[in-house]
């Protein structure tokens, strides 16, 4: 069975581009949620989608948007960007909401620089 | 106040030896609580889960959970060499569905 794949793995952006990262989750996982992972912050909460709904969102400011389509994936943007937003953007899917709604599959995440 | 508290180490341990790790909350209501191990360069994997006051265990592995007190803790026994790595808490906050992660605590088991 696959994991949650995420891509690119890698990038650089330059300071005011915008970015967009994408998610697939694991085969039969509807909630995906993403992560901010920075050495100061930790790991920190920018949103969780379950069938195409944002269910929740993390204290970001609003250029951090992001969509999940039909089929689960989901895809994450970050517009203007700012060097603070150079960080490990980390994906995790799991199968259903309740009780064990934090047992979460994470993604190798996607580690963007910006310049 | 932070919603999850951690010591961020780093923590030494020789091997074989008992490593305990410590977590606090600040939500009272929260019901659902995780430890996540993550190796440098790699992404967080769950471990453990606890939903009820007490102990949990599993294999080399034991959770404690005491909700008066809003404090979740996680013993190693027998550590190796190979449990070196970022133990993160996570807590389900309230009933917003969403899962807040302390800031780890580095942990080092020495041959």
């Known amino acids: 069975k696959a994991g949650v794949t995420q891509t690119p793995r890698y990038l650089i952006k330059t300071r005011g581009q915008q970015v967009t990262l994408s998610c697939s989750p694991i085969?039969?996982?509807?909630?995906v949620s993403w992560y901010q992972q920075t050495p100061g912050q930790g790991l920190q909460f920018l949103f969780e989608y379950f069938s195409e709904t944002q269910r929740n969102k993390g204290n970001f400011p609003g250029r951090f948007s992001g969509r999940q389509f039909s089929n689960s994936r989901s895809e994450m943007n970050v517009s203007t960007l700012e060097l603070g937003d150079s960080a490990l953007y980390l994906c995790?899917?799991?199968?259903?909401?309740?009780?064990?709604?934090?047992?979460?599959?994470f993604g190798e995440g996607s580690r963007l620089t910006v310049l | 106040q932070k919603e999850v508290e951690q010591n961020s180490g780093p923590l030494s341990v020789p091997e074989g030896a008992i490593a305990s790790l410590n977590c606090t909350y600040s939500d009272r209501v929260s019901q659902s609580f995780f430890w996540y191990r993550q190796y440098s360069g790699k992404s967080p994997e769950l471990i453990m889960s606890?939903?009820?006051?007490g102990d949990k265990e599993d294999g080399r592995f034991t959770a404690q959970l005491n909700k008066a007190s809003q404090y979740v803790s996680l013993l190693i026994r027998d550590s190796q060499p190979s449990d070196s790595a970022t133990y993160l808490c996570?807590?389900?906050?309230?009933?917003?569905?969403?899962?807040?992660f302390g800031q780890g605590t580095r942990l080092t088991i020495n041959p």
């Open positions: 995790a899917s799991k199968l259903q909401r309740g009780r064990n709604t934090g047992e979460l599959f």
């Open positions: 996570a807590v389900n906050v309230g009933g917003a569905q969403k899962l807040v």
């Open positions: 085969s039969g996982h509807r909630s």
């Open positions: 606890i939903y009820s006051n």
